[in-house]
């Protein structure tokens, strides 16, 4: 089933969400006797209003979180999906679970309050990690053959490696191109507007990001445009596989509540 935004959203024209009205789209399930709202949505930080709201104004982003929390009232919210690992460590299908998201606002966010805001929620359960390190086995053959290693679960306690919510499509180079080095182990486009939803409510639910590395750190090689492209092909080559990892894990979350 599909779901209207409110009417007050804007966004930019062009956005997944702007033509046919939708935040995005939602289904229902059980994992381990616990009621479970899954939610894919269609608003993105790199993709929507591109301007600082004004006039009352939200991010997209914030309305749809706001919503889903007051309608659904959850016990745990997780946002899961892709993202660009930051220094050497990572490989792909690795998966970072963060109860800890930092903004980076260096564009159109760069005069928001929050521009560099890092938000914090409590300790996730993790009593099921093992066995879904042990399930990434069955999709090992579909994850990129020099990988020097299996994927693996970090678990973040500290911002240095938390997931990192930038306002602009950005990426990391081994020169450190985009200035990401040091602000998280991995770059996406949303995660930390949840933080900014829970900070302002009385008593918000507790929430964790999961994300996995679809795109490792790219060697600062030929030109940036030549650059943003490898690490598009690694994308498109590996970003629903290595998303196989961050759904087990979301699995191995919810079952351990």
């Known amino acids: 089933m599909r779901k209207r935004t409110p009417g007050h959203l804007r966004f930019r024209r062009g956005n997944d969400a702007a033509a046919p009205f939708y935040g995005g789209a939602y289904w229902t399930t059980t994992i381990n006797g616990k009621k479970v709202v899954v939610f894919k949505s269609d608003s993105h930080l790199s993709q929507d209003i591109k301007k600082l709201p004004a006039h009352g104004e939200t991010l997209p982003n914030f309305d749809v979180w706001k919503q889903i929390i007051e309608e659904v009232q959850p016990g745990l919210v997780i946002t899961t999906g892709t993202a660009g690992g930051i ?31 890092v938000y914090t929620s409590s300790a996730p359960k993790t009593k099921f990690f093992d066995k879904a390190m042990a399930l990434f086995a069955a999709n090992a053959a579909q994850l990129p053959r020099d990988n020097a290693r299996p994927p693996k679960i970090v678990q973040s306690n500290d911002p240095a490696s938390s997931v990192l919510t930038t306002d602009f499509f950005g990426f990391d180079t081994s020169d450190n191109h985009y200035g990401l080095q040091g602000l998280g182990d991995l770059s996406e ?9 829970g900070k302002q409510m009385t008593m918000p639910p507790r929430w964790v990001a999961v994300r996995n590395v679809s795109d490792p750190q790219i060697k600062a090689e030929g030109t940036l445009t030549e650059q943003a492209v490898l690490a598009a092909q690694v994308y498109k080559a590996f970003g629903r596989w290595s998303s196989i990892c961050s759904a087990i894990v979301c699995w191995a979350l919810i079952a351990a509540e």
């Open 189 to 197: 486009m949303g995660d930390a507007v949840l933080g900014l939803v």
């Open 87 to 117: 220094g050497t460590w990572g490989e792909v299908g690795d998966v970072v679970v963060s109860p800890i998201v930092r903004f980076d606002g260096i564009k159109w966010l760069k005069d928001a309050p929050f521009h560099d805001a």
